[in-house]
């Protein structure tokens, strides 16, 4: 039985949320759809429950249509008997506010809150999420549901946690309905405050876009030639500003009735691109993340990683929850990899080394209709006799023998500068090449410095940058000025920073920063680009310290900086690719090519000699390690990727095993290990 959960008066920031969980473990459990099935299953659930060791699910999550299955006619009775049931079983839950998908009344009284592409095509109910997140109609009708589900529950003894809405934009993030436009045009007005601003950021003067009336604008519909980009770029603004609102909007409603910390489950990691979530940290009591492996991807396990070690930085380093991940294969890609013995174990708890003070999936038996039938579970359609559960036992128990490390946070000396503005604006129409993708460089840096036994933060670029020793700054397009000066006094202080081509291109406006490339960082950086030379598809170059790169090359000048390497064959022999520049008691690093992977690691290796940056052990390649730390106590985390047994220096008690490591820890293939390492 868990201890009583105390959140005082008033949930604050992320980790004081985190710090007061006084139960006796990390958080375990999952989200749990009790009306997908009859009650009889209700009590074998809470009792499997308790033999896997979970203690938090998430409930109510797609309940509106049965919560309410007529306009403001409410029937909670089968959630009082679910959520009673669960407090009798020790389980605490994370109730949901159940507005993420609407029920087909709402939308056949309101076909206006319907959300519309950009061709005018409406999508209809019958998936999940069909509303115009503008939508007055939706916003009225899911903050009465607030209302009445936290009213209802604010102080049943088993809810711990709101959880708002779902992944809120994850299938209509973008609506060009003609509320939207409405919505669009009250959101430039707030922007821009009067239209002469308006036609000077977007650049009007150019194919005869000038405004002369707000009512003239709508979103970037379906046009006939490239849509203007500043346009774009504030519409996907505007999109997640929308969505954001929804989430504001549900939590003042929730402030006013409960006491519990509230979340949202975030997508960081995945390649959704829609939601700025640094923007939406604030919003939030402490930050949840779902993730899933992409199964065609042999190294899913980086991803992992980068989406832990980002999920941390949105958080400002503090502890955050894995709201969902998978015990085994989704439904949702082309071909739905089962995760083999073992994996589970290793997902989760590489999850914990990055900062997760709880791992949570989606979901916890496995539904036998509708279109997720086919998604893993923790308890899968076979049962409780299965790989799959025994492996969440062995879960729950080792999240039980690693609760002392609740609340610690992650040791990293180097930051990767990540921007969702600068990935919208780089992945605009009408640039120089369609191969630069703002994931390329973020994540070939970030696997260099896996490969190398380093922890990253990926923070935004905004963020305070004084601990760090090295920061790297891939495809950093669009930049503010603030922030590229303070990544020169970050240099100047000492540091070790290297940007990447195609950065500092434009500012906020998506206006040509003039002078030369890399605009924003040419002082810095002692360099002045004259002119891009992309490469065509598959076409490499060579550069004359051994390397070899391909998709870009630019004709650059290094007035005021050292060449590392220039290319020696390509439509550019002879000019510099990598350069370097000492300034003030740091140094300044650019990469003008897309370099290898071999040559990416070596560029790393020096980077972190020179910042002085040491892996948290030596480790051999495919071993993951990380250390959470917490004042004078610390944690090494070792997860071993790979097929063969592996020694490391470790001092100190492993915890899951309870062996002692008196200078070396044996780590089999494909196991893990946490070692509270003795003080030194
Ligand atoms: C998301 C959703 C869940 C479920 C899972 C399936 O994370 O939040 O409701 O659809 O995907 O992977």
């Not at 529950?153 to 709101?162: C, F, G, K, Q």
């Not at 994996?343 to 989760?348: D, I």
């Given at each position: 039985m868990l201890e009583p959960v105390d959140f005082g008066a008033a949930a604050g920031a992320p980790s004081a949320v985190m710090r007061r969980w006084q139960g006796n473990g990390i958080y375990f459990g999952g989200d749990y759809n009790p009306e997908q099935w009859p009650e009889e299953t209700w009590s074998e659930d809470v009792e499997l429950m308790r033999r896997a060791g979970v203690n938090l699910v998430s409930v109510g999550i797609f309940s509106w249509a049965l919560l309410e299955p007529a306009p403001g006619r409410f029937e909670f009775g089968w959630l009082d008997r679910v959520l009673d049931l669960l407090h009798?079983?020790?389980?605490?839950?994370?109730?949901?506010?159940?507005?993420?998908?609407?029920?087909?009344?709402?939308?056949?009284?309101?076909?206006?809150?319907?959300?519309?592409?950009?061709?005018?095509?409406?999508?209809?109910?019958?998936?999940?999420?069909?509303?115009?997140?503008?939508s007055p109609v939706f916003r009225e009708r899911s903050l009465e549901l607030v209302r009445?589900?936290?009213?209802?529950?604010?102080?049943?003894?088993?809810?711990?946690?709101?959880?708002?809405?779902?992944?809120?934009?994850?299938?209509?993030?973008?609506?060009?309905?003609?509320?939207?436009?409405?919505?669009?045009?009250?959101?430039?007005?707030?922007?821009?405050?009067?239209?002469?601003?308006?036609?000077?950021?977007?650049?009007?003067?150019?194919?005869?876009?000038?405004?002369?009336?707000?009512?003239?604008?709508?979103?970037?519909?379906?046009?006939?030639?490239?849509?203007?980009?500043?346009q774009q770029l504030d519409f996907l603004r505007f999109s997640s500003d929308e969505l954001r609102a929804q989430l504001r909007a549900e939590r003042e409603v929730l402030k006013t009735l409960v006491r519990q910390p509230i979340t949202t489950n975030f997508m960081i990691g995945m390649g959704v691109k829609h939601m700025d979530y640094q923007?939406?940290?604030?919003?939030?009591?402490?930050?949840?993340?779902?993730?899933?492996?992409?199964?065609?991807?042999?190294?899913?396990?980086?991803?992992?990683?980068?989406?832990?070690?980002?999920?941390?930085?949105?958080?400002?380093?503090?502890?955050?929850?894995?709201?969902?991940?998978?015990?085994?294969?989704?439904?949702?890609?082309?071909?739905?990899?089962?995760?083999?013995?073992?994996?589970?174990?290793?997902?989760?708890?590489?999850?914990?080394?990055?900062?997760?003070?709880?791992?949570?999936?989606?979901?916890?038996?496995?539904?036998?209709?509708?279109?997720?039938?086919?998604?893993?579970?923790?308890?899968?359609?076979?049962?409780?006799?299965?790989?799959?559960?025994?492996?969440?036992?062995?879960?729950?128990?080792?999240?039980?023998?690693?609760?002392?490390?609740?609340?610690?946070?992650?040791?990293?000396d180097v930051a990767i500068l990540f921007d969702w503005e600068a990935w919208w604006a780089v992945e605009l129409d009408s640039h120089p090449s369609v191969d630069i993708t703002y994931a390329d460089r973020v994540n070939a840096l970030y696997g260099a410095l896996w490969r190398a036994g380093v922890t990253a933060d990926i923070v935004h670029p905004s963020a305070d940058l004084s601990g760090y020793r090295l920061v790297l700054a891939p495809t950093l397009f669009l930049v503010r000025d603030a922030d590229a000066d303070a990544l020169r006094r970050f240099v100047e202080a000492g540091g070790t920073a290297?940007?990447?081509?195609?950065?500092?291109?434009?500012?906020?406006?998506?206006?040509?920063?003039?002078?030369?490339?890399?605009?924003?960082?040419?002082?810095?950086?002692?360099?002045?680009?004259?002119?891009?030379?992309?490469?065509?598809?598959?076409?490499?170059?060579?550069?004359?310290?051994?390397?070899?790169?391909?998709?870009?090359?630019?004709?650059?000048?290094?007035?005021?900086?050292?060449?590392?390497?220039?290319?020696?064959?390509?439509?550019?022999?002879?000019?510099?690719?990598?350069?370097?520049?000492?300034?003030?008691?740091?140094?300044?690093?650019?990469?003008?090519?897309?370099?290898?992977?071999?040559?990416?690691?070596?560029?790393?290796a020096r980077l972190l000699d020179e910042a002085g940056v040491r892996p948290a052990a030596p480790a051999p390649t495919g071993v993951e390690v990380v250390r959470r730390r917490d004042g004078e106590r610390s944690w090494l985390f070792a997860i071993n990727h790979t097929d063969a047994e592996v020694r490391l220096p470790a001092h100190g008690d492993e915890l899951l095993t309870g062996a002692r490591c008196a200078g070396e820890l044996t780590l089999p293939a494909g196991e893990v290990a946490v070692v509270r390492e003795d003080r030194t």
């Open positions: 009798d079983g020790g389980i605490q839950v994370d109730l949901a506010t159940a507005t993420a998908s609407p029920p087909p009344w709402l939308a056949r009284a309101h076909p206006e809150m319907l959300p519309r592409r950009a061709d005018g095509a409406i999508l209809w109910p019958g998936g999940r999420q069909a509303y115009c997140p503008s009445a589900v936290a009213g209802r529950y604010a102080e049943h003894p088993a809810v711990v946690m709101w959880h708002v809405s779902n992944e809120l934009g994850c299938h209509n993030a973008h609506c060009y309905c003609d509320v939207s436009a409405e919505a669009f045009r009250g959101w430039l007005r707030e922007r821009y405050g009067d239209l002469d601003r308006l036609n000077d950021a977007w650049g009007t003067a150019f194919w005869s876009q000038h405004y002369g009336d707000w009512a003239e604008i709508n979103p970037p519909r379906t046009v006939t030639a490239f849509a203007n980009p500043t923007s939406w940290a604030d919003d939030v009591d402490l930050v949840s993340n779902d993730h899933y492996l992409t199964a065609a991807d042999p190294q899913a396990h980086l991803g992992l990683s980068f989406a832990a070690d980002h999920t941390r930085g949105v958080a400002g380093g503090d502890p955050w929850l894995l709201m969902e991940h998978s015990t085994s294969a989704v439904q949702w890609q082309p071909r739905n990899v089962a995760k083999l013995p073992g994996q589970l174990r290793r997902n989760s708890l590489a999850h914990v080394a990055r900062g997760a003070d709880g791992v949570l999936f989606f979901q916890w038996r496995a539904s036998r209709a509708g279109a997720e039938k086919f998604h893993s579970a923790l308890v899968p359609h076979a049962g409780p006799d299965t790989k799959v559960f025994r492996e969440v036992c062995q879960l729950g128990a080792d999240l039980k023998a690693l609760a002392e490390i609740r609340g610690s946070r992650v040791d990293a290297a940007v990447t081509y195609f950065s500092g291109i434009v500012d906020p406006d998506d206006h040509i920063r003039l002078g030369g490339y890399p605009g924003a960082f040419r002082d810095l950086l002692g360099v002045r680009t004259e002119e891009f030379f992309p490469l065509r598809e598959g076409e490499r170059v060579r550069l004359d310290d051994g390397s070899t790169a391909d998709v870009w090359t630019e004709w650059l000048h290094a007035d005021d900086a050292e060449v590392l390497a220039s290319y020696t064959d390509g439509p550019l022999p002879g000019v510099p690719a990598l350069t370097r520049r000492p300034v003030g008691a740091g140094a300044a690093w650019y990469v003008g090519t897309r370099l290898d992977e071999p040559a990416t690691d070596r560029l790393v």
